[in-house]
């Protein structure tokens, strides 16, 4: 609907301001814990579980998503290594209080690397995701939905057995059934009702500016200030 950036994509456009991509991602880490451990409701055993699994996995995200990066192209960057951070983050997020600190570093080192591919799809499939949103939120969230019913494990937050079920690693096997068919509706919803309300606002108020106003630049020509003056 959108349509791709003028230039995309034989012109490139890297971060503006890797120190910033950097501290952006620290305070989405640790700004992480809150969601996650939060999400128990209470001080208790569960809430520290998955403040730890976030963590743990987060770490794992960065080392996996710089060693495939090493690997590959014969360099690790700081910004795989955020990359990796982000993925991880959003991997684990479903399973955060569902699954032990081992199974939390596999998560992170498959969000790591399986997001490492996932963002060359724009390439191969011709579609522009500046922020590789596609590829790290979309697909880190398909990746740790998909885990989870594999690694989904009681005995790791409850003292008693039958809290919720267990992954297919752990002796359950209907949970990963649920959590394909949960993936699917979630996709399916999103990508309809997305699209009806872009093309809602595209007939109506417009979804992009002007080609004068996108080479001059949006801080420019949308709020008249730029962000340096060089």
């Known amino acids: 609907v959108l349509g791709k950036r003028k230039g995309w994509p034989s012109e490139s456009s890297p971060p503006h301001n890797l120190p910033l991509v950097m501290l ?13 451990a939060g999400s128990a409701q209470a001080a208790n055993g569960a809430a520290v579980q998955a403040l730890l699994n976030t963590f743990v996995a ?28 982000v ?3 959003v991997a684990i997020t479903p399973a955060a209080g569902y699954v032990g600190g081992l199974s939390s570093i596999i998560f992170g080192l498959v969000a790591g690397v399986g997001c490492y591919f996932l963002i060359g799809l724009k390439n191969k499939l011709g579609y522009d995701d ?12 398909i990746i740790g939905g998909l885990l989870l019913g594999l ?7 409850n003292s008693e057995p039958g809290g919720f079920q267990d992954g297919v690693f752990f002796g359950g096997g209907e949970l990963f059934i649920d959590q394909l068919a949960a993936m699917g509706s979630v996709i399916a919803f999103s990508f309809i009702v997305t ?36």
């Open 87 to 89: 993925a991880a983050l």
């Open 130 to 141: 500046s922020l590789d949103v596609v590829g790290v939120h979309g697909g880190g969230g």
């Open 58 to 85: 987060a770490a794992a995200g960065m080392i996996g998503w710089m060693l495939i990066e090493w690997y590959r192209d014969g360099k690790a960057t700081t910004l795989g290594a955020c990359s990796g951070v």
């Open 195 to 230: 699209f009806v309300i872009a093309k809602v606002l595209d007939a109506t108020i417009g979804l992009r500016v002007s080609e004068e106003d996108e080479e001059a630049g949006l801080d420019q020509s949308q709020h008249a200030e730029t962000a340096y003056n060089l």
């Open 151 to 157: 690694f989904a494990d009681n005995s790791a937050i």
């Open 24 to 36: 952006g991602t620290g305070i989405l880490w640790f700004g992480w814990f809150g969601f996650n």
